[in-house]
């Protein structure tokens, strides 16, 4: 066995069968498909507030770190008939998509090789209506500091809106910052929000923040991504698994931990069970949901 292999807790029986439990999903530390449906049932306490009633688009990685990965939006025939779903009309149809919330339909997507939770900014029955802002911010050097600085400049100008925020590591070399709202919006006009106050601050720092969609032109700047905000648009969740070396996990902190000399592949599934016993730094992240109006209007017409 791996010295990296999180340790079995005695947990609750799984709610659905896994097959082939002992398939390694990631070589390295070991880790097997087992392993990530046990942490999925020990985090879901946690993690549940987050995906309940929101509908869910899956990346199916069937083999781990060692395959290819697909997106799925429609519910997969195989899952439990009692799965919960939604019909939404697109342009070009319609698709069911699965309905977070319930513990069994999380493992249910572990057995299908759903490693990251993908979810969507608004929940049923009013999935056009996000109830938070979501800033994705990839550095394009791929180093981790530079998102962080990013990140303390987005906090700032937040801050300066009168906007509570929120923020987590993506799992892999960029930040999220959630900002709660009431949903009161179309997501049309969050998508707006973001896009105006990225451009703002991207002309405050245009050596180093960019709103540029093609990567080319990036040119080692941080990007500041909107469209997670757009209908159908989804990120990935608090407490996600990533498929990535190590098994990282998108990890809720406070700005006090926001630094450019954090390692966001210190929080993994290796140790994860660590940080359980610490203060949830989102513990009131929905007591905190707030009114966007004055704040768009304030990025839309100064």
């Known amino acids: 066995m791996s010295p990296h292999r999180p340790r079995a807790n005695r947990l609750p029986d799984l709610p659905v069968p896994i097959s082939n439990p002992d398939k390694v999903f990631w070589p390295q530390e070991g880790y097997t498909k087992l392993d990530l449906a046990r942490f999925y049932v020990e985090i879901f306490p946690v993690l549940a507030p987050y995906v309940k009633d929101r509908l869910l688009s899956l990346e199916r990685c069937p083999d781990g770190m060692q395959g290819e990965c697909f997106y799925q939006k ?3 025939n195989s899952m439990p008939p009692e799965t919960p779903t939604m019909r939404i009309q697109h342009e070009k149809g319609t698709t069911n998509y699965v309905v977070g919330g319930a513990l069994t339909t999380q493992i249910a997507l572990v ?3 759903c490693i990251a939770i993908h979810i969507w900014n608004a929940r049923i029955p009013n ?7 979501c800033f994705d911010l990839d550095p394009d050097s791929g180093e981790f500091a530079d998102a962080a600085r990013a990140g303390l400049k987005l906090r700032d100008a937040l801050d300066a809106l009168d906007l509570a925020s929120f923020v987590k590591t993506s799992g892999k070399r960029g930040l999220h910052v959630f900002v709660p709202i009431y949903s009161d919006h179309d997501s049309e006009d969050v998508r707006t929000f973001a896009d105006r106050l990225g451009r703002r601050l991207a002309l405050a720092f245009p050596e180093e923040l960019t709103v540029e969609p093609h990567i080319s032109a990036r040119k080692g700047r941080v990007y500041l991504d909107p469209f997670r905000n757009g209908f159908g648009q989804s990120v990935v969740s608090p407490y996600s698994v990533r498929r990535a070396p190590g098994a990282p996990i998108s990890t809720p902190l406070s700005w006090a931990q926001i630094t450019p000399m954090l ?3 210190n929080f993994n599934l290796g140790n994860f069970r660590n940080r359980l016993q610490e203060k949830d730094p989102w513990a009131n992240f929905f007591e905190s949901r707030q009114s966007l109006r004055r704040a768009l209007n304030l990025v839309t017409h100064l």
């Open 127 to 133: 999935p056009r209506k996000p109830d938070w802002v």
């Open 111 to 113: 057995n299908l090789g």
């Open 263 to 265: 390692n966001p592949a």
């Open 74 to 76: 429609e519910k997969p």
